[in-house]
C-alpha cells in the first residue's frame, strides 16, 4: 500500500512539475496571466485563462464557447487527463464552427414535449431551438441556407445530429424559416454569433 502511494506521489509531482515548466515557458512567450484577457505574443494574439478554484474543463469551455477535446489538444493534454490546478494557465483555442459549412436537418411534432439535453422540453414551434454534438448549450449561432440566403439565429439546447454527415439539427419552426421542409436536409453556414470568440 506505501509502494502504490509513493508511486502516486510521484506521478502526481512530476505532472505538476511539466505543468509548472509549460507555464514557465508561457511567462516567457509573454501569456500574461490575466482570465480571459487577449495579450499579444511573438506577433500573434492568444486568449488566455487563469483556472480559479472550483473550474472545470468543462465549464471553462462552456464559457469560451469551445469543445473540452479543443481545449485539452491546445494545452496539450493527454486523452485521460483532466486535472486543472489554481493559478494554472489555459490557452483558449478560437471559437469553433465560425463561418463553417454543414448539413442541417430538422426535427419536429414526434419529438414534441420530450426532453432535451439541456433539460427543457422540446418544442418543435420554437424557431429558436437547435441541436448540436458539440458545442456548448446557450451557444448562439446564425445559420444561413445557402441555396435562399436566409437565416436565423438559434440558441444550441439539444444534442444530435445522429445521422452520419449532419451537423445541426433545428427545430420544425426554425427551419421553415430559412427553407421548405420538405427538402429535410440543407447546406447551410453556421456561425458563432454568442458568445464570441
Known amino acids: ?13 512530476s505532472d505538476l512539475y ?9 511567462e516567457k512567450d509573454g501569456v500574461v496571466q490575466v482570465e480571459g484577457k487577449i495579450e499579444q505574443t511573438k ?7 487563469e483556472v480559479a478554484k472550483g473550474n472545470t474543463l468543462f465549464s471553462i469551455a462552456q464559457r ?10 491546445a494545452n496539450g493534454f493527454s486523452r485521460h487527463r483532466d486535472t486543472l490546478y489554481p493559478r494554472q494557465i489555459l490557452k483558449i483555442p478560437k471559437t469553433e464552427y465560425v463561418d463553417e459549412k454543414v448539413l442541417a436537418s430538422w ?4 419529438f414534441h414535449g420530450r426532453r432535451m439535453a439541456n433539460g427543457k422540453r ?15 448549450f446557450g451557444t448562439k449561432l446564425r445559420v444561413t ?21 449532419r451537423e445541426l439539427d433545428l ?13 429535410g436536409v440543407v447546406e447551410v453556414k453556421i456561425e458563432i454569433v454568442y458568445p464570441k470568440g
Open 1 to 13: 500500500m506505501a509502494i502504490l502511494l509513493a508511486i502516486a506521489t510521484l506521478w502526481l509531482m
Open 18 to 26: 511539466r505543468q509548472r515548466v509549460k507555464d514557465r515557458q508561457a
Open 43 to 49: 506577433g500573434s494574439k492568444i486568449k488566455v485563462h
Open 64 to 73: 469560451y464557447a469551445v469543445s473540452v477535446e479543443a481545449l485539452k489538444k
Open 107 to 110: 426535427y419536429g411534432p414526434g
Open 122 to 136: 422540446f418544442d418543435p414551434n420554437d424557431p429558436t431551438v437547435a441541436a448540436h454534438k458539440t458545442l456548448p
Open 145 to 165: 441556407s445557402k441555396d435562399t440566403g436566409k437565416s436565423i439565429v438559434v440558441e444550441v439546447q439539444d444534442r444530435g445530429p445522429y445521422i452520419w454527415g
Open 171 to 183: 427545430s420544425m419552426a426554425a427551419m421553415r424559416r430559412i427553407e421548405p421542409l420538405q427538402k
